[in-house]
C-alpha cells in the first residue's frame, strides 16, 4: 500500500485486479509500501505464507527485514513477532482481535453446514451428529445444528465448556467417555488442534461415518491411519476465505478503519 497510488498488490498474479499496480519482487513491494496486508491466517505450516493467487512459494523469513512498518496479519508465530515488534513494525494481528475472532467462527460454522451436506448422504435432520470441542467455533456451531436435529452431541474438554455447554442445552459427552459413545455418529466435526481421533478411536467409528476436521495444525485427526482405513474424512483450514472471500475482505478492511490508520501513519 504506497503513498501514492494507495493500493497496491504482490504476489496475486493469478487474481484478476484493475487499476491496481502489481510488483515484479517482494523486495520492491515492502521498499515502497508503509503498510503490508498478508492473508489470515499468514501461514498454515509456520513456513510459508498463504498466497492463493500465485505460484510463488514466500518463505516467512521476509518479516525479519520489515522495519517501522505497520503489518495487518493473523496467527503470526511468535518468533517472528518478537522480531518485528524489535524492529518498530507496528503489527495487528486480527486473530487476536475477539471481534475478528468471532466473525471468523461465524462463516466457518457456515462453510462446515456446506461441507456436511455435500458429503453426506442423509439429512442434517437425520443425522447423528457429533462435535469435538466447545469453543468458539463450537458453540455457534452446535447453536446451529440445533435446528436441524436433537441428535447433537459435543465433547468437551475443560470443566467451563462443560458447564457452558449444559447451560445452554447441549448434550455433553465427556472427554474420558469418548470411545463408549463414538461407534453412535454419522457425523464427527473437530474443532480442536489436537490429534483426538487416534487409530484406536477410528477403529471405533460407524463404518460410513463422516468426520470433517476445521482445527489449525495438526488437526485432530490421525490422517494416515485414516487414509489407510479408508476413513470418509476431510480436512478443511481456511474456510472463511474459501467461501466468502469478499466479506472476509471487507471486515479487514473495516478493521483497518478502525485502528485510525491515517493517525498510525502521520
Known amino acids: 500500500m504506497d503513498k501514492e497510488n494507495f493500493v497496491s498488490s504482490f504476489a496475486n498474479e493469478n487474481m ?25 491466517p499468514i501461514s498454515k505450516d509456520k513456513k510459508y505464507i498463504v498466497a492463493n493467487y500465485t505460484n510463488l512459494k514466500i518463505k516467512l523469513d521476509f518479516l525479519q ?5 505497520i503489518l495487518i496479519s493473523g496467527m503470526i ?45 442423509t439429512s442434517l435432520f437425520n443425522s447423528k451428529i457429533l462435535v469435538l470441542g466447545y469453543g468458539r467455533i463450537g458453540k455457534i456451531l452446535c447453536n446451529v445444528l440445533k435446528s436441524f ?10 470443566k467451563e465448556e462443560t458447564e457452558i455447554a449444559r447451560a445452554n442445552t447441549i448434550n455433553v459427552i465427556l472427554e474420558e467417555d469418548l470411545e463408549k459413545f463414538l461407534k ?11 490429534i483426538i481421533l487416534d487409530s484406536k478411536k477410528l477403529n471405533i467409528l460407524y463404518k460410513e461415518a463422516f468426520v470433517l476436521d476445521v482445527a489449525s495444525k495438526p488437526g485432530g485427526i490421525d490422517q494416515d491411519f485414516a487414509q489407510k482405513s479408508k476413513i470418509n474424512y476431510m480436512w478443511k483450514l481456511g474456510i472463511p ?7 472476509c475482505a471487507k ?5 483497518i478503519y478502525k485502528i485510525n490508520i491515517t493517525y498510525i501513519l502521520q
Do not use: R
Request: aromatic share 8%.
Open 251 to 255: 471486515k479487514i478492511q473495516n478493521e
Open 241 to 247: 476465505s474459501e467461501i466468502s472471500p469478499i466479506e
Open 16 to 40: 484478476k485486479l484493475e487499476n491496481i499496480e502489481k510488483y515484479n519482487t517482494l523486495e520492491e513491494a515492502l521498499n515502497k509500501n508503509d503498510m503490508i496486508v498478508t492473508g489470515v
Open 77 to 121: 508465530p511468535d518468533k517472528y513477532e518478537k522480531i518485528l515488534k524489535e524492529n518498530k513494525n507496528y503489527v495487528i494481528d486480527l486473530l487476536k482481535n475477539e471481534d475478528y475472532i468471532i466473525f471468523n467462527a461465524k462463516i466457518t460454522v457456515e462453510g462446515i453446514i456446506k461441507y456436511l451436506i455435500e458429503n453426506t448422504k
Open 149 to 158: 436435529t436433537e441428535n447433537i452431541y459435543c465433547v468437551t474438554y475443560s
Open 184 to 194: 453412535n455418529f454419522e457425523i464427527i466435526i473437530n474443532t480442536v488442534p489436537k
Open 65 to 69: 527485514n520489515l522495519k517501522n512498518k
